[in-house]
């Protein structure tokens, strides 16, 4: 079973996507930020990374660059999400698959299925 971490401080949005993977078959782990998502990401094998870009302590910036730096992780599929109209537009971080908040859970969904598989 592949293991996707979320990573978001609105708990709603945390249940819903742990709801909707959980349902399609996918393990799921979740931090409320940046730095308890590192340190899941230190202590979990974890085949998808799906974080919120605005969050406290650590954002999402914070995440894709410490995992894109570190060997083990450098190729670690990341969908990075934002309600924040235009916060990367023409900026790529280093995500696999940029999602503006609002978004649709079957297009989410689809993200994750083209990049881990289903």
């Known amino acids: 079973m592949k ?3 979320v990573i978001d401080d609105e708990y709603s949005i945390v249940e819903i996507l742990v ?3 959980s349902d399609a078959g996918y393990r799921c782990v979740h ?3 940046g730095r308890e998502g590192l340190h899941l990401l230190g202590l979990e094998k974890v085949d998808l990374v799906i974080t919120d870009l605005m969050m406290p302590i650590a954002d999402g ?4 660059l410490a995992i894109r730096a570190e060997p083990s992780t450098q190729d670690l599929p990341v969908i990075l999400m ?3 109209r235009g916060a990367v537009k023409g900026e790529n971080l280093g995500e696999d698959v940029f999602v503006q908040k609002p978004f649709s859970l079957d297009e989410l969904l689809g993200h994750v299925k ?3 598989g289903g």
Do not use: C, P, Q
Request: aromatic share 0%; charged share 20%.
């Open 61 to 64: 910036r914070d995440v894709l």
């Open 3 to 5: 293991t996707i971490l």
């Open 31 to 33: 931090a409320a930020d």
């Open 114 to 116: 083209r990049l881990i």
């Open 19 to 21: 709801l909707v993977l």
């Open 82 to 84: 934002s309600a924040a």
